[in-house]
């Protein structure tokens, strides 16, 4: 497969999960900001802003328009809803060649249908459609198309890109612990409440919300889980492997920082989740460029900035 491709089937996964996890983070927290009158707005969205790396320098004060703006229709934003899925769909051009036409007809599609505003009453509409095509889009994938190294490379991408989001998300929780939101809100913005409740069947604590979104086995949104799925694809796209040692440094990487996250007792993350947070954002921007030099070399880490309007 060519380098170009293989890149391009990487960022596909990458750029669809972004794009449904940022819809579910907004759908939730925009909602909280609604509800909640004692929530500060401009300091909440300046928060929310910041998990994503978008906090504006210029506004004195921010308001949910805002932020709705800027990471749900914006594309000249680079972490926006409206310009992750149209970067999938860029990607998808390229490499129509190896993709059922299915996948391209449906990323297309979708961003055809995308508003280039959004008024507030409607945003969960929005957020709807946009979690309802990336669901499309995976299921398309998971269905129609064989085990082979284009559908690791886009596995690959989506994993990490969602314990890069979930990263982000504990870690802004642990920074805010008195104004930010409920570890209930976090399990819903990862998509995870029912599953939490069916598991532990109690109020969301901080210590069983930590376990169940770094730790569990089952849950395919955990960070475990998203890293083990990671190094399985890395093997399965490089199988030749040293007798002595990990000949990926991307496996390697997310190896360390799977274990670290596996054998440090709970208590211990919850009391240094900051940190740990930090170390796992660390290790996936380290393994996505370990992935780009062993197996994309030739182009250099994409920099997408919207579509010009």
Known sequence: MLSRIAESLFWIGRYVERSDGTARLLDVHLQLLLEDPWVEESNACQALLGVMGSAPKTFSRLCRADVLRLLGTDRTQPSSIA?????????????RDVLPSELWEALNMTV??????????????????????????????????????????????????????????????????????SWSTILRSCGGFEAFQHTYRGRASSRHAIEFLLLDLLFPRSMTYSLNRAVDCLRGLDPMQSRVSV???????????????????????????????????????????????????????????????
């Open 112 to 181: 055809k249908r995308l508003p280039r505003q959004v008024q507030q009453e409607r945003s969960h509409e929005y957020f709807r459609l946009v979690r309802e095509r990336a669901a499309l889009v995976f299921g398309i994938i998971d269905s129609n198309i064989s085990r082979d190294d284009a559908w690791r490379l886009i596995t690959l991408g989506r994993c990490l890109e969602h314990v890069d989001m979930t990263a982000r998300l504990l870690a802004t929780r642990s920074l805010t612990e008195a104004s930010g939101p």
């Open 83 to 95: 310009t992750s899925l149209w970067a999938a769909r860029e990607n998808a051009r390229g490499a």
């Open 247 to 309: 000949g990926v440094d991307a496996l390697r990487m997310l190896g360390r920082v799977r274990s670290q996250l596996e054998y440090t007792p709970v208590e211990t993350l919850q009391d240094d989740l900051p940190r740990y947070m930090a170390t796992v954002q660390s290790a996936v921007q380290d393994a996505a460029e370990g992935i780009r030099d062993r197996f994309f070399p030739v182009n250099p880490d994409p920099t997408w900035i919207g579509e010009n309007v």
